[in-house]
């Protein structure tokens, strides 16, 4: 499976505008390419968002293509920046020390898209951890040696989940195996704690939670977890997020993409509704309790 750099999201979503642009001009790529001096090819990496568009290079083809309202060339100009160069801005910058590229990454696209898909076979998504599940699942991990360090990254999981509210919240359809609401993670009481807070979290409108119990034997999407990333504007730009032990994996190509979603909706379609779903869960925690 190959490995994509999520960055080149942005590029994609720019490059898709000046595709449009320039087919609503009338204009081929051959001519686009004479207004840079450049090959039909490189045009055509442009609109795929294979590479980046220079300040100069944008501004031409923004005038060959007649882009003339100056909220569409902000648009152009804002994506060309955000695509030329990491987001250092986030608020997760100043965690670096505890964060990984693979996991940086994530938490880019996350701060960019507008809904998450995901299938968990045996832990709570993160965006829906407690702090003490988070913790019991950092230390777990052995990647952070000192109890600092397993703070920050409890405190980075905490504030991920910013994006499941306030003013614009992301939509966020999570479906679990019934393994990940079985595996003792931090103790009874933080089982309980935490998927009391799966109930609280499914309150909200734009969070769905079902569950995949055990009774419903094989199914497609039983061998692994996975996220499925999607964008504004455009369903071209979804991403699939394939964790392993060893790095996560991300996968763009239209096929890859369309063979996750229709395992995703295997898994929504096989999986407990959501009313019947948090029942379960309630009947868990409270098994948590004893």
């Known amino acids: 499976m190959p490995n994509v750099n999520p960055s080149t999201v942005l590029g ?12 609503h001009a009338g204009l081929s790529t051959a001519i686009a390419a004479e207004v840079l001096d450049c090959t039909k090819g490189k045009i055509s990496r442009i ?30 100009v804002a994506l060309a920046r955000q695509a030329n160069r990491r987001r250092r801005e986030g ?30 076979v045996q832990l709570v998504p993160g965006l829906l951890q407690t702090a003490e599940y988070g913790r ?28 499941l509210v306030g003013d614009s919240p992301m939509k966020f359809w ?16 933080v089982m309980h704690a935490q998927l009391e ?27 692994g977890p996975y996220l499925l990333l999607s964008f504004p504007q455009l369903a071209s730009l979804d991403l699939v997020l394939s964790e392993t032990p060893t790095g996560n994996i991300w996968l763009e190509r239209d096929v890859e993409v369309a063979h996750y979603r229709a395992l995703f909706d295997d898994a929504r379609t096989v999986a407990l509704p959501q009313k019947e779903s948090l029942a379960l869960i309630n009947r868990v925690a409270k098994e948590y309790e004893s």
């Not at 999570?174 to 009481?189: H, T, Y």
């Open 91 to 120: 608020w997760w910058h100043k965690y670096d020390s505890v964060l990984g590229a693979a996991y940086r990454d994530q938490i880019e696209m996350e701060a960019i898209c507008d809904s998450i898909r995901t299938y968990e």
């Open 197 to 223: 807070q799966l109930i609280t979290m499914a309150e909200h409108p734009n969070v769905t939670v079902q569950v995949l119990p055990f009774s419903r034997g094989a199914h497609s999407g039983m061998f």
């Open 47 to 76: 609109e795929n968002g294979h590479v980046p568009v220079r300040a100069p290079d944008l501004i031409a083809l923004m005038g060959a293509y007649g882009v003339e309202d100056a909220q569409a060339r902000d648009r152009l």
């Open 136 to 163: 019991a699942v950092t230390v777990a991990s052995r990647a952070w040696e000192t109890p600092e360090e397993v703070d920050q990254f409890v405190d980075v999981r905490l504030a991920r989940q910013e994006r």
């Open 12 to 23: 994609r979503q720019l490059g898709d505008e000046l595709r449009k642009f320039r087919e």
């Open 174 to 189: 999570a479906v679990l195996a019934e393994g990940a609401l079985r595996q003792v993670v931090g103790g009874p009481a």
